[in-house]
């Protein structure tokens, strides 16, 4: 398994910088703050499943717009509705 590209990372954790809302990804049992560059550096993989969990204000836009990011890179997420 390889890490997902730099532009990759860098694009989600930018649009997550974009939301007031709490985004965490969780890959098998690890939380990653999707905000932290260096959280997703070490977590995320061109080849694994995430679960996308955002709470806050604006939770509705960032989990579209995660979702977009994620498509666009061709990782796969699922968002966890609570």
């Known amino acids: 398994m390889t890490s997902a590209s730099n532009a990759a990372i860098v694009?989600?954790?930018?649009?997550?910088?974009?939301?007031r809302s709490s985004i965490v990804l969780q890959y098998e049992n690890k939380f990653i703050d999707v905000k932290s560059i260096l959280?997703?550096?070490t977590t995320l993989l061109d080849s694994?499943?995430?679960?996308?969990?955002?709470h806050g204000p604006d939770a509705?836009?960032?989990?579209?717009?995660?979702v977009e990011?994620?498509?666009?890179?061709?990782?796969?997420?699922?968002?966890?509705s609570e």
């Not at 694994?48 to 955002?54: A, Q």
């Not at 509705?60 to 995660?66: C, I, R, Y």
């Open 11 to 19: 694009e989600v954790s930018q649009t997550a910088n974009k939301f």
């Open 60 to 66: 509705e836009e960032a989990k579209k717009a995660m």
């Open 39 to 41: 959280g997703l550096f």
């Open 69 to 80: 990011v994620f498509k666009k890179h061709n990782l796969n997420v699922n968002v966890v």
């Open 48 to 54: 694994g499943t995430y679960d996308l969990h955002v």
